[in-house]
């Protein structure tokens, strides 16, 4: 029986790590039965993505570069499923992200097995460009640093509420509609929310893995994990919910950095009891930084040390933005919140 397959690459200036991602995705082990074309929609890229992938294009001849003028993730989602046309499955597969050979043939046969799931995606292994980024990744594959449950955190197969680089039935499109092009973050959370709320399930397959590219600087990590927190208020308020609870903790910790001083001039004996919390989560960072870097240097562990607090603290104030911008102040997102990261 033959199945088809789309992939799709939603890109923008990702000129350092296109051309490993499209080589990654064309050596993974698929049998003759599934025809596979793979779609990199650009964000109209001025970097050299473009001219590397028309090359590449010469060497992979269902590949193709599609324009997405809007630029936005969720348009180039959108656009991938389309061009794709009446297909078996659907595969998502960031810049950033190089598939592990067995990816697409074991998410294939989740899918084909068990049609109560109706997304799988595997395990991210972060890889880094420089120091910062080798740092970042290490917070980021901690429980601290991302929370409990996060799917960037498992290390074993099951069910969860959201992965990366997802793999779909088309016929999921056809049931709940296609992604929500008003979010500029947080739009595969959306919709994965949206497939759990209509009966689906979302399986974590610790079996497979990709490499993601994080980010070198700490810049744009604040800013890409304010977003996170800023745009999750919109979901939340698309969907009259919490999404999880999980989104909870940051907002949760800087509220209560900013009640601190507070406390300090109302009682000095709740700022006393208040304090406990604050030593407690500087214990945590400290033990979990000396844990995850080895000691390597003073520098090292320093840069490792502030890194927890950037993620939920930046994710705290987008958060608490998100909030009086969408829910007291009812308003739609602001245009420099749609500019990502990079």
């Not at 974590?204 to 994080?214: A, C, F, Q, T």
């Not at 996170?228 to 919490?242: A, D, E, M, P």
Request: aromatic share 14%; hydrophobic share 40%; charged share 20%.
């Amino acid at each position: 029986m033959i199945n088809k397959l789309t992939v799709i690459i939603p890109c923008r200036n990702e000129v350092k790590f296109i051309t490993e991602c499209i080589e990654a995705i064309y050596a993974c082990q698929l049998p003759e039965s599934i025809q596979m074309k793979v779609f990199v929609i650009d964000g109209m890229s001025d970097d050299g993505t473009r001219e590397l992938v028309l090359k590449l294009t010469e060497i992979y001849p269902n590949l193709f570069l599609v324009n997405n003028p809007n630029r936005m993730t969720p348009f180039a989602f959108n656009i991938g499923i389309h061009e794709g046309g009446k297909v078996d499955f659907v595969q998502i597969v960031g810049a950033r992200h190089i598939l592990s050979k067995n990816y697409l043939f074991k998410s294939l046969n989740k899918l084909k097995t068990d049609e109560s799931i109706w997304c799988v995606g595997g395990k991210i292994i972060n890889e880094f460009i420089n120091e910062n980024g080798l740092i970042i990744s290490k917070v980021m594959s901690t429980t601290l640093g991302m929370g409990i449950g996060n799917f960037r955190t498992l290390n074993k197969s099951g069910f969860t509420d959201t992965v990366t680089s997802p793999m779909y039935p088309f016929w999921v499109f056809e049931k709940i509609g296609y992604f929500d092009e008003n979010l500029v973050r947080n739009q595969d959370d959306d919709f994965n929310f949206r497939i759990t709320n209509a009966g689906g399930k979302i399986y974590y397959e610790n079996g497979i893995s990709l490499k993601y590219y994080v980010r070198g600087d700490y810049k744009n990590l604040w800013r890409q994990f304010y977003q996170y927190g800023y745009w999750k208020v919109f979901v939340n308020r698309k969907h009259k919910t919490i999404t999880t609870l999980r989104q909870l903790a940051p907002i949760s910790f800087v509220m209560y950095l900013l009640i601190l001083p507070i406390a300090l001039v109302a009682s000095t004996e709740l700022f006393a009891f208040l304090s406990s919390f604050l030593i407690i989560y500087l214990i945590l960072v400290s033990w979990f930084s000396i844990r995850i870097n080895n000691c390597t240097s003073k520098k090292s562990l320093i840069k490792t040390w502030i890194t927890f607090p950037t993620l939920h603290i930046s994710y705290g104030l987008g958060f608490i933005k998100g909030i009086i911008q969408f829910i007291i102040l009812n308003q739609n997102p602001s245009e420099n919140q749609k500019r990502l990261s990079r």
